[in-house]
């Protein structure tokens, strides 16, 4: 079966920086997506990765280790608007198509 | 990318009705998607919606409780239908409109079933 773990939570400084870990199970790993989702509004598209390495966009960076099954998201110089959950997606190739599977999601909330 | 537009945004329904949210996009699309997101769990597939052919349903959803729509390449329709409290939750459409396989959402509609 499909598996992603993530914090729940986490509580970050305005002004640091925070990282927020995903690791997945999964057969047919297709490329990993991270989404950033405040409250009552849609997920917006923050990045994707498919081969190993940094992809580095802002603000923002994703890693990802196909080998270990993980990934990270970065965030920089973080700012108040950033307080939002952060969902790791996994797409997978099922053989019929592509399918997302979403993690529960990371509430980040940032502090004066 | 695509912009989409869900309605309605919020309801509050009785037990035994039905509801229908529309799902339209700026651009044609062909593959449409409908999500439905618990309270503190994360995004689960209902459907895959196609122009042109049967909604394809994941497992532990059918067709006589969420029949779908999708009469052009811009436009969708979920029906929840014969509503009960376990259908609380929030219903999102989302499109990939691409190659590169991005999928954008719409806001979502957040149905409370009394």
């Known amino acids: 079966g499909q598996n992603i773990d993530q914090p729940t939570e986490m509580t970050a400084t305005e002004g640091a920086i925070v990282q927020i870990n995903c690791t997945y199970q999964?057969?047919?790993?297709?490329?990993l997506f991270w989404y950033q989702q405040h409250a009552g509004e849609a997920p917006t598209f923050l990045s994707y990765n498919v081969l190993d390495g940094l992809e580095e966009k802002g603000r923002f960076s994703s890693f990802l280790s196909r080998s270990k099954g993980y990934s990270y998201l970065l965030l920089k110089e973080l700012q108040m608007k950033d307080s939002a959950s952060y969902l790791c997606v996994v797409r997978r190739w099922t053989g019929g198509g592509n399918k997302l599977t979403f993690g529960t999601g990371t509430q980040l909330k940032v502090e004066l | 990318s695509a912009v989409i537009s869900q309605k309605p945004s919020r309801d509050i329904c009785q037990r035994g009705t039905s509801l229908t949210i529309q799902c339209q996009v700026d651009?044609?699309?062909?593959?449409m998607f409908w999500y439905r997101q618990q309270p503190g769990q994360s995004l689960t597939l209902i459907a895959t919606a196609n122009q042109g052919s049967e909604a394809t349903y994941e497992s532990g959803f059918v067709i006589d409780k969420f029949p779908i729509s999708r009469p052009n390449l811009t436009f969708s329709t979920l029906t929840v239908s014969n509503m009960s409290p376990e259908d609380s939750s929030i219903y999102l459409c989302s499109v990939r409109p691409g190659q590169g396989g991005i999928q954008y959402f719409g806001a979502g509609t957040r149905l409370s079933v009394l």
């Open positions: 999964t057969s047919g790993f297709n490329g």
């Open positions: 651009s044609q699309v062909t593959m």
